[in-house]
């Protein structure tokens, strides 16, 4: 996956407590518009594509989300999000978006462009691979 973009508020919402990457649930949310990394803050700025054929509402969830501290580089770490088509196709989207489910108005963290627009047919899958590492900062 390309390298994400994380949103300007993501460093003072950290400061401000609003990420426990120990106990928070974070989610993955797919759009086909743009984000803006300046202006949006919150899910709610973001156009998710239509809940359906395998896609929820608020995306899915990254499971087992870890947090290291290496020689004062702080590293977060999850699985992989998988979305499966079933019934019908989902999409189009382009971008998918990370943001904590559990923090009060689901602040945004970061986003990937997947370079161009795509719909996902039935059984067919898409993956948001974040390769070793979601977050990496210094």
Avoid at 2 to 30: P, Q
Avoid at 67 to 91: K, L, Q
Wanted: hydrophobic share 40%; aromatic share 10%.
């Amino acid at each position: 996956m390309a390298a994400g973009v994380k949103f300007h508020c993501f460093a003072e919402d950290t400061l401000l407590g609003k990420h426990d990457f120990s106990s928070d649930t974070f989610k993955v949310a797919l759009t086909n518009t743009a984000p803006s990394a300046s202006n949006d803050a919150v899910l709610a700025d973001i156009t998710q594509i239509t809940a359906e054929n395998g896609y929820s509402s608020g995306g899915g969830a990254v499971a087992n989300v870890a947090m290291d501290n290496t020689s004062g580089v702080v590293s977060i770490s999850g699985d992989d999000v998988v979305f499966t088509a079933s019934g019908g196709s989902f999409g189009p989207f382009r971008y998918a978006v990370l943001y904590n489910d559990t923090a009060s108005g689901k602040p945004l963290i970061m986003y990937w462009d997947r370079g161009s627009s795509a719909a996902i047919d039935a059984p067919n899958t898409m993956r948001v691979d974040f390769g070793a590492t979601i977050i990496s900062s210094s």
